[in-house]
């Protein structure tokens, strides 16, 4: 069931961001889907009772990736994108600094921040579009 929402919600915020985005929602999308493909076999070269190296390295490079977007970006919602996918790495790094850590409690944290990062998407590109669409008529 949530493999199916996750699947979903990525489908509907990639279409979106792909038509609706402009240039930034094109990039969204090549690095979000790469970084999907990237964690599939990521995930099952470790297991959550340690730190995912592998799964980390690929959530930093999206973080990267986000952050590149964000800086060349004239709208705003790289930035929540950003920070969510920030939120994930620092997941990965308390791993490091804890010696006993919940495997459950890792694998809900790394994985929960894709859910805020595609709806921040969804709606930042909207509220993007509205405010452009809104001074093209104040003028």
Not at 106 to 116: C, D, E, F, K, R
Request: proline residues 2%.
């Amino acid at each position: 069931m949530l493999a199916a929402s996750f699947w979903l919600l990525t489908l509907m915020a990639c279409l979106f961001a792909a038509i609706f985005g402009g240039r930034e929602g094109r990039w969204f999308v090549g690095l979000f889907l790469s970084s999907v493909v990237l964690t599939i076999p990521a995930q099952l070269a470790g297991s959550w009772h340690a730190t995912q190296f592998w799964l980390a390295m690929v959530d930093l490079l999206l973080l990267v990736g986000l952050i590149w977007l964000m800086l060349r970006a004239t709208c705003y919602w790289p930035i929540w994108a950003a920070a969510s996918q920030f939120l994930t790495v620092l997941t990965h790094c308390v791993t490091l600094l804890l010696g006993n850590f919940s495997d459950r409690i890792y694998a809900g944290l790394s994985t929960v921040w894709v859910i805020p990062l595609l709806l921040f998407t969804i709606i930042g590109i909207e509220l993007d579009r509205k405010a452009r669409h809104d001074r093209a008529y104040a003028t």
